[in-house]
């Protein structure tokens, strides 16, 4: 059974950091795609940041770019995502999501290539 556990939410003010973490367990995957993803109130879940483990590519959204890094350690079986420079904007409930093995990191940018979802973790940041 596939479990993605989140943690590292919190409440931080703009211009803060936060860094996400996200423990896989229960798959083998050895090239697979994680993500983190974020839905704020009232908005659709977009994507945030995505890596392929099988050789690290990584994948930002636009608002993002620059400011958030999204790592692996596959010793581990987690991924993070390093939050700088956090704007009220950002704001939400954030995700962590597996994908199955792939050999094309394409998948990666293809949000309903995701089947494995973690509770979330919420993200508050004040002005």
């Known amino acids: 059974q596939v479990q993605l556990v989140e943690s590292g939410g919190g409440s931080v003010q703009a211009g803060g950091s936060l860094r996400l973490s996200c423990a896989a367990s229960?798959?083998?995957?050895?090239?697979?795609?994680m993500g983190w993803f974020r839905q704020a109130p009232g908005k659709e879940r977009e994507g945030v940041a995505t890596?392929?483990?099988?050789?690290?590519?990584?994948y930002y959204a636009d608002s993002v770019k620059g400011r958030f890094t999204i790592s692996q350690d596959n010793a581990k079986n987690t991924v993070y995502l390093q939050m700088n420079s956090l704007k009220p904007e950002a704001a939400a409930m954030y995700y962590c999501?597996?994908?199955?093995?792939?050999?094309?990191?394409?998948?990666?940018?293809?949000?309903?290539?995701?089947?494995?979802w973690g509770q979330g973790t919420q993200v508050t940041v004040s002005s």
């Open positions: 999501a597996a994908g199955s093995e792939v050999i094309w990191v394409g998948f990666c940018s293809i949000a309903s290539h995701f089947g494995y």
């Open positions: 229960g798959y083998t995957y050895s090239s697979n795609c």
């Open positions: 890596i392929y483990t099988g050789s690290g590519s990584t």
